[in-house]
T-cell receptor, first 112, second 112 residues
Framework: EAQVTQNPRYLITVTGKKLTVTCSQNMNHEYMSWYRQDPGLGLRQIYYSMNVEVTDKGDVPEGYKVSRKEKRNFPLILESPSPNQTSLYFC???????????FGPGTRLTVL | GESVGLHLPTLSVQEGDNSIINCAYSNSASDYFIWYKQESGKGPQFIIDIRSNMDKRQGQRVTVLLNKTVKHLSLQIAATQPGDSAVYFCAENLVRGQNFVFGPGTRLSVLP
């Protein structure tokens, strides 16, 4: 089954404790993105990647890092999480020739 | 499941009626415009897209209209069904597959 998976689905952590949210897709897509979703703000793009070792900032990259060492994986790293990063996070992927993004199920992060 | 948004504009329609969801976009240079549907507890799901050189595109039970003069996008759903109840987002894309900007969303509620 073609899908985007994220782990963990739920995470509660404390300020300053480094964490990684994993994202993996099995569709051989070139493009991958991370978004955060907050009430009333829609989805805002954090980072995106056009292929292995190629990443670029979205609209809200501060406080986040990403890496794309393999085509299928695109982890989101929070080196020092803060309470304003409490949000619902989505990973998405798409092919280079298509505009359709496939989204993962989301990760609910709470930073205390 | 995760809450998508607490204070979204809401459109309530009777089952079987047609729905029209509107969206204003910001960048006149955007090349693609996309509609997504998000059900409670799930990631957004692609519905339909339209390129900037078109003003209308039809899918299965859905039609997207693009008015570049006033930077307005609409999604029409024919014969609305209970399964159409969800939050609908428009998104604009400047360069295919890369930077996406989403609108705040509209909640569609289908009344029996």
């Amino acid at each position: 089954e073609a899908q985007v998976t994220q782990n963990p689905r739920y995470l509660i952590t404390v300020t300053g404790k480094k964490l990684t949210v994993t994202c993996s897709q099995n569709m051989n897509h070139e493009y991958m993105s991370w978004y955060r979703q907050d009430p009333g703000l829609g989805l805002r793009q954090i980072y995106y990647s056009m292929n292995v070792e190629v990443t670029d900032k979205g609209d809200v990259p501060e406080g986040y890092k990403v890496s794309r060492k393999e085509k299928r994986n695109f982890p989101l790293i929070l080196e020092s999480p803060s309470p304003n990063q409490t949000s619902l996070y989505f990973c998405a992927s798409s092919s280079r020739t298509g505009i359709e993004q496939f989204f993962g199920p989301g990760t609910r992060l709470t930073v205390l | 499941g995760e809450s998508v948004g607490l204070h979204l504009p809401t459109l309530s329609v009777q089952e079987g009626d047609n729905s029209i969801i509107n969206c204003a976009y910001s960048n006149s240079a955007s090349d693609y415009f996309i509609w997504y549907k998000q059900e409670s507890g799930k990631g957004p799901q692609f519905i339909i897209d339209i390129r900037s050189n078109m003003d209308k595109r039809q899918g299965q039970r859905v039609t997207v209209l693009l008015n570049k003069t006033v930077k307005h996008l609409s999604l029409q759903i024919a014969a609305t069904q209970p399964g159409d109840s969800a939050v609908y987002f428009c998104a604009e894309n400047l360069v295919r597959g890369q930077n996406f900007v989403f609108g705040p969303g509209t909640r569609l509620s289908v009344l029996p």
